[in-house]
C-alpha cells in the first residue's frame, strides 16, 4: 500500500469533483465585490502531457490544507468552474486554469491539483503534486504566480504523475508511467490582467505579488516516499 495512499486519495476525490459535494472555487458566481473579510489567493495552472500527448489533463480540483490546531492538517477540495477557464486564442496554445482560493486567517497549504486528461475510451487521472506552504495574510487579494506542470516519462524511484490503479487507463494515459516537472513563475501582469477580465470583481482592486517559493521536487519527493 505504500506510496498509493496519495494518488488513491487523489482519485477518490477526483470522481468526487463533479459533485454537489465540492464547492466552487471564490467567484466563481457573479458576486459584485471581494470579500474583504478574509485573504483570497490567486494563482495561473497551466498543465501540459509530454508524454502521452493524447491525454492532455485539465484541472478539476485544487487541494489545500488548513491547520487549526488538530493532530493531523484537515484537507478540503475546490472545484473549477468555467469562468476559470481560459482557453487558447491560437490553435495549439495553452489551456489557462485560475485558481482562487481564500486562506481564513489560518495557515493553508497548497497540496496540488487533481486533474483528468481524457481521449476516448480512455481517461487518466492525474495529482500535481505542489506541497506549497501559502504566505500568511489577515485580508487582501494575493498573486501566487504561475505554474506551469509537464509530464514526462518516470524514471525508476520517481514520484508518479497519477495512481497505478486502474492500470490499464492510468499507464496508457502516462499517469503512472509519467512524473511532473513543475515551474512556478512571476507573470504577474499577464496574469492579473487574465483575473480581472473573467472575474469583474477583481477590476478596481489592489492584488498583491505574493509569489510562492520555487518548486521543490525534493520535498514532493519525500512525500511520495513516506505516504
Not at 498509493?4 to 459533485?19: E, I, R, S, V
Not at 520555487?214 to 512525500?223: G, H, M, N, V
Request: proline fraction near 7%; aromatic fraction near 10%.
Amino acid at each position: 500500500m505504500r506510496r498509493l495512499l496519495l494518488p488513491a486519495l487523489a482519485l477518490a476525490l477526483l470522481l468526487l469533483g463533479g459533485c454537489a459535494t465540492v464547492p466552487f472555487m471564490p467567484l466563481a458566481d457573479k458576486a459584485p465585490a471581494v470579500d474583504q473579510a478574509r485573504p483570497l489567493y490567486l494563482m495561473s495552472v497551466v498543465l501540459r502531457n509530454d508524454h502521452k500527448p493524447r491525454w492532455q489533463p485539465r484541472v478539476l480540483n485544487v487541494i489545500l490544507t488548513k491547520e487549526d490546531g488538530r493532530a493531523k492538517p484537515e484537507w478540503f477540495a475546490l472545484r473549477m468552474d468555467p469562468k476559470g477557464v481560459v482557453k487558447p486564442v491560437e490553435e495549439g496554445g495553452k489551456t489557462t486554469y485560475l485558481v482562487r482560493f481564500t486562506g481564513e486567517q489560518v495557515p493553508v497549504g497548497l497540496r496540488g491539483f487533481f486533474a483528468q486528461g481524457s481521449a476516448f475510451p480512455i481517461h487518466g487521472y492525474y495529482f500535481v503534486p505542489m506541497h506549497a506552504e501559502v504566505p500568511r495574510f489577515d485580508r487582501g487579494v494575493h498573486y501566487l504566480g504561475s505554474a506551469e506542470a509537464v509530464v514526462r516519462e518516470r524514471r525508476d524511484g520517481e514520484f508518479r504523475a497519477g495512481a497505478v490503479i486502474p492500470l490499464i487507463d492510468q499507464a496508457i494515459a502516462g499517469a503512472s508511467t509519467g512524473t511532473f516537472d513543475i515551474v512556478i513563475s512571476d507573470a504577474y501582469e499577464h496574469d492579473v490582467a487574465m483575473f480581472r477580465k473573467a472575474f469583474p470583481a477583481l477590476e478596481r482592486v489592489e492584488i498583491e505579488s505574493a509569489v510562492l517559493a520555487p518548486w521543490d521536487r525534493a520535498k514532493a519527493q519525500r512525500y511520495w516516499d513516506e505516504n
